[in-house]
């Protein structure tokens, strides 16, 4: 890899590890879910980085997808929290999540994290990522719980944040062989659910498709706008300016100049903790960028 880009990866790790650190205790009963996720944005452009996606905060039965609306006024109760966040450097990414527990349940969040540790700690050339997998549901049902199965970690490629190679979180008969030089999130969900996620009727996160003929002016400054700020990495609502905004993004999408991410939830009253980190496979092991440096 060219230690330029690897230098940005670096960076877009470090950056990423201080923020989780700045923004988690900030998660607490009573607080602002808009708060936090604006606090933790702005922190990474305090340090020289640019958020690769919109700070998710998903709640309890949500995995995935969750970032607060332009006037959101959600606090957090006893949830369980999932701060997942990303950060650019120059397009090079790094993708890191903790669970924030105030549900009562540190058994989920130790789940996850165990599973995370377990697949990390097989990471270096050569290795299958089907035996990434195998040793995440190890993990997670070791504790009595599943492991959300169609949900996986994946590659990060420049302004991709979700490239090949896909990490699963279940044991599977194939995979793909890993070699130095990947770089890619690795991030098991546990649940008491049935491990299956689904799309729930909420987006707040949208991405750019590709260019579409747009009559409406509205919606040809709004497509000029997301494609050069943001160019292939995801964007919130909340970050868009400009008139009928709402309408702007409805016409993009009826077009395919844009697609949603929706919220991805399991079924109702269950729980999902989720841990993630970013790491780059090395010629002997592997890198993981969004750990304190005396720690990757």
Not at 195 to 217: D, K
Not at 240 to 266: C, M, T
Request: glycine content about 8%; overall charge negative; proline content about 6%.
């Amino acid at each position: 890899m060219d230690s330029l880009i690897l230098e940005n990866y670096r960076k877009a790790g470090t950056i990423l590890a201080s923020v989780l650190a700045e923004m988690a205790p900030k998660i607490e009963v009573g607080a602002s879910l808009l708060e936090v996720a604006e606090a933790a944005e702005e922190a990474i452009r305090a340090r020289g980085g640019e958020p690769a996606f919109p700070c998710n905060i998903s709640l309890d039965r949500a995995a995935a997808h969750y970032t607060p609306g332009p006037e959101d006024p959600s606090i957090f109760g006893e949830n369980m929290v999932k701060l997942d966040i990303g950060v650019h450097v120059d397009g090079y990414i790094a993708d890191a999540a903790v669970t924030v527990d105030l549900s009562g349940h540190p058994e989920m969040v130790e789940a996850s994290r165990e599973a995370l540790d377990a697949a990390i700690e097989l990471v270096r050339p050569g290795t299958n990522t089907s035996d990434l997998g195998a040793a995440i549901e190890r993990a997670i049902t070791g504790y009595g719980f599943r492991p959300v199965y169609n949900l996986t970690g994946h590659g990060l490629e420049r302004y991709q944040a979700h490239a090949e190679p896909s990490i699963p979180n279940r044991a599977m008969e194939k995979g793909v062989v890993l070699k130095a030089g990947d770089v890619f999130a690795i991030e098991p969900f546990a649940t008491n659910g049935q491990g299956r996620i689904s799309e729930a009727p909420i987006t707040e996160i949208f991405g750019f498709s590709g260019r579409r003929p747009v009559r409406n002016p509205a919606a040809r400054a709004l497509l000029k706008e997301v494609s050069e700020l943001y160019k292939t990495l995801p964007f919130a609502r909340r970050w868009l300016k400009g008139e009928r905004v709402d309408f702007a993004l409805n016409q993009l999408l009826r077009s395919g100049a844009i697609h949603r991410y929706p919220v991805l939830w399991e079924g109702e009253g269950m729980l999902v903790s989720q841990a993630e980190h970013t790491v780059i496979v090395t010629e002997d092991g592997c890198e993981v960028t969004t750990r304190p440096r005396d720690q990757a």
